[in-house]
């Protein structure tokens, strides 16, 4: 199975900063098969992007993602205050699904 | 919009089994597939298996194949995750999801289900 490793594991951001992940996998996968994923205490997790960077339903557009290959990358363009919690990169190319580490995004 | 009702949290022993169910709005089922993804305390999200309620097929991870077992009943369109031989090792949360394709990405999420497995 595909092994998505994320970094870093912590971003300490202060609002208004950018947020940048990055998700490098044990094999090539084409972005149209890479989602990213928010999740929050308490709260059902939310996809935020998925298939070549499309952006879900009600998604706001300073979310966004790059990558091919093996590399693969989430940005935020200005942190918001809703926007601190944990993100996950997720490989759909290749079966079984898989997912990365998490990278928690933190206040300064 | 899809929305997921999952049942409550449980407690169970070393060996028994436990099943979860998660209740899908609308016509979820006749568009969506649903999938079961766990995650345990300090791991990644582990997706076990899904279902596609409108042709009644199933696909599961290997790790988990002859102890999982994911049903679907659309008539109130409840999707339904068995786990049996459990082991401490399965406490986690599990969490349903719709697939709006297949059981491999998922859009909508319940808000997760507590399995606890302690003697």
């Known amino acids: 199975e595909i092994v998505l490793t994320q970094s870093p594991g912590t971003l300490s951001l202060s609002p208004g900063e950018r947020a940048t992940v990055s998700c490098r996998a044990s094999e090539s996968v084409s972005s149209s098969f890479v989602a990213w994923y928010q999740y929050k205490p308490g709260q059902a997790p939310r996809l935020l992007i998925s298939g070549a960077s499309s952006r879900a339903t009600g998604i706001p557009d300073r979310f966004s993602s790059s990558g091919s290959g093996t590399d693969h990358t989430f940005t935020i363009s200005r942190v918001e205050p809703e926007d601190f919690a944990v993100y996950y990169c997720q490989q759909y190319g290749s079966s079984p699904p898989t997912f990365g580490q998490g990278t928690q995004v933190e206040i300064k | 919009q899809v929305q997921l009702v999952q049942s409550g949290a449980e407690v169970k022993k070393p060996g028994s089994s436990v099943r979860v169910s998660c209740k899908a709005s609308?016509?979820?089922?006749?568009?969506?597939?649903i999938a079961w993804v766990r995650q345990a305390p300090g791991l990644r999200p582990e997706w076990m298996g899904g279902?596609?309620?409108?042709?009644?097929?199933?696909e599961y991870a290997q790790r988990f194949q002859g102890r999982v077992t994911i049903t679907a009943d659309k008539s109130t369109s409840t999707a339904y995750m068995q786990l049996t031989s459990l082991k401490s090792e399965d406490t986690a949360v599990y969490y349903c999801a719709s697939t709006p394709g297949g059981w491999e990405l998922f859009d909508y999420w319940g808000l997760g289900t507590l399995v606890t497995v302690s003697s």
């Open positions: 279902i596609i309620p409108s042709f009644s097929t199933t």
């Open positions: 609308g016509n979820t089922f006749s568009s969506h597939g």
